[in-house]
């Protein structure tokens, strides 16, 4: 699979036929990555970051540096959800009509893209003009906000309610390994040309998915180019507008949106995502009181709500004894702290989580 430079380090994610997980692995060359899937296809769906990264984490180094990533493209991906009614469940045909608009727009655009049908949906992989290696999680975000403005711009001109706006950018998200066997769906994630884009249904699709198809087809030829804005001071800017980010919601909790992204779902989310998560929680089943003005007793309560929570999620690296005692710090506290608050938008925004100005927004980054 030659159609974009892949970088490594990375890492690799097995959620077998039965939905159990096997582990979050780094592979370090494109051979480790070959006899990683190779051996998984028809026993598993088999996932990687969408990004290679220029570091790992010491000491053991076997886990990447999600803050260097290498952003050479970025992937788009079309499920039977409308997301601007919360996820609500779709025909896939309405859903595919919104493939074949932004397929035959970036036809008329010459971008550069590939089509991959996965079974239940679609994946758009779309090069950048320019390589983009941000450094830290400021600087991340930075990279973000420029592409959330350019999807969005999408989003708005060819209502693309059925594209997940949590996944594009997702600099730590995993997506479905291109030409790999999808065993819940029973097909393989195959490579379309236009032909098969814009006129076969899903039963079509998915009966030309039922033989591996190997290496990709090109549509384009000019890459996409976004704008990083340049600041001086990650707490004196101007955060762009975000529309159509959905609404996730965890029985009657909504969820923040770049909290439900970084830390919602399977995967392995970094420590800052999860941090941040545990105490928005804690913060919000105290109604937003400071921690200090609530007793120990009720307190006791909101750890078990969030333990369940962070269980459901399916972390591929989940330990109920440290998620207890994490959880349980940030709910107490310890040494004269009560316990955490909920991030300001500046922090998340600083840790490189921020999707852009939703409708959420705490006004705590200025002009």
Known sequence: MSFITLDFPREVLEIASNGKQGGRYCVRNWEELERYWKGKNGSGNVYFTAYGYRATKPP??????????????????????DFKQRGADVDFAFMHEQVKRLHRFLLHEDVRHYVWFSGGGFHFWIPLRNIHTPSDG?????????????????????????????????????????????????????????????????????????????????????????????RKSPFKKHVEKVDGLPDITLGDIIVLPCLAQSALGEGNPTHKARFHLASFLAARFRWFFPPDAIANEIKAGHVERIIRIIEEQGWVDYNPRITREQVENIVYGGAGNNGYSAASCATLEYDGLCLGKCRYFDGSIGD
């Open 138 to 230: 400021y600087s991340v975000a930075r990279v973000k906000e420029g592409g959330r403005k350019l999807i969005s711009s999408w989003h708005k001109k060819l209502n693309l309610s059925c594209n997940d706006p949590t996944v594009a950018f997702d600099t730590s998200g995993m997506i479905r390994i291109p030409n790999s066997y999808n065993s819940k769906r029973g097909c393989w994630s195959i490579p379309l040309d236009s032909h098969s884009i814009l006129n076969l249904n899903h039963d079509g699709l998915m009966e030309k998915a039922q033989e591996p198809i190997s290496g990709y087809i090109e549509h384009g030829q000019t890459d996409i180019q976004i704008t990083v804005a340049q």
């Open 60 to 81: 053991r180094n076997h886990r990447v540096d999600y803050d260097t990533p290498i952003i050479r493209h970025f992937v788009m991906d079309f499920d039977c959800k």
